[in-house]
């Protein structure tokens, strides 16, 4: 990971339970690169983490590990941890995926790390 990046790409369990440690709030985008609702998503999410005062995470999950941690059943969805833990989820739409107005609302109802 590098320093003072505020989106950071993951790969697998290990690499998601390091990034919590270290930053225990984060907003996650769980997808999968073979999701083309996910492709459409990507630079959505990735403009709000530009945009940010946030620790953004973006979680690849091509072989749907970590989709089944946490009861993930549609692509993409989106993850708040607090503390570690998920304390807020915005799921996708079977279809349709999510829309930009949707993550802008999602990261203002999550609170700012301390």
Sequence with gaps: MAGGNKCILL???????????????????????WCPFCAKFLP???????EGKRFYLLVQDDEENIAGKYAIN???TVLFFEKGMVA???????????????LVEFIKSCPLPD
């Design 11 to 33: 790969e697998n369990q290990q690499e998601l339970d390091n990034a919590l440690i270290v930053n225990k709030n984060a907003i996650a985008l769980v997808y999968a690169s």
């Design 44 to 50: 959505v999410f990735k403009k709000q983490a530009e």
């Design 74 to 76: 549609i692509f993409p």
């Design 88 to 102: 807020n989820r915005l799921d996708g739409a079977p279809g349709i995926g999510l829309r930009e107005e949707q």
